[in-house]
C-alpha cells in the first residue's frame, strides 16, 4: 500500500515538474530563469543523493554502537 502512494505521488510530482518546463518555455524570455533554477535545483539534488548514499557506511556505525 506504501509503495503504490509513493508511486503515485513520483508520477504525478513528474507531471507537476513537465507542466513547469512546458509553462515556462512557453514564457521564453522570463521563462529561462525558472528553467535555470530548476536544473540548479537539480543538480543539488543529484549531489545530495550521491553523498547520502556513499554514507551508508557512518549510518551501519551508527545503528550498531549502543547507546
Known amino acids: 500500500m506504501e509503495k ?7 508520477i504525478v510530482a513528474i507531471g507537476w515538474l513537465i507542466a513547469m518546463v512546458v509553462g515556462m518555455v512557453k514564457a521564453f524570455p ?6 535555470v533554477v530548476i536544473f540548479a535545483l ?3 539534488f543529484v549531489k545530495a543523493l550521491k553523498e547520502r548514499l556513499a554514507t551508508r ?11
Do not use: M, Q
Not at 4 to 10: E, F, H, K, Q, R
Not at 30 to 35: C, E, P
Not at 57 to 67: A, F, G, I, L, T
Open 4 to 10: 503504490v502512494a509513493y508511486i503515485i505521488l513520483t
Open 30 to 35: 522570463v521563462g529561462i530563469i525558472g528553467l
Open 42 to 44: 537539480g543538480l543539488l
Open 57 to 67: 557506511k557512518n549510518d551501519r556505525y551508527s545503528k550498531d554502537v549502543e547507546k
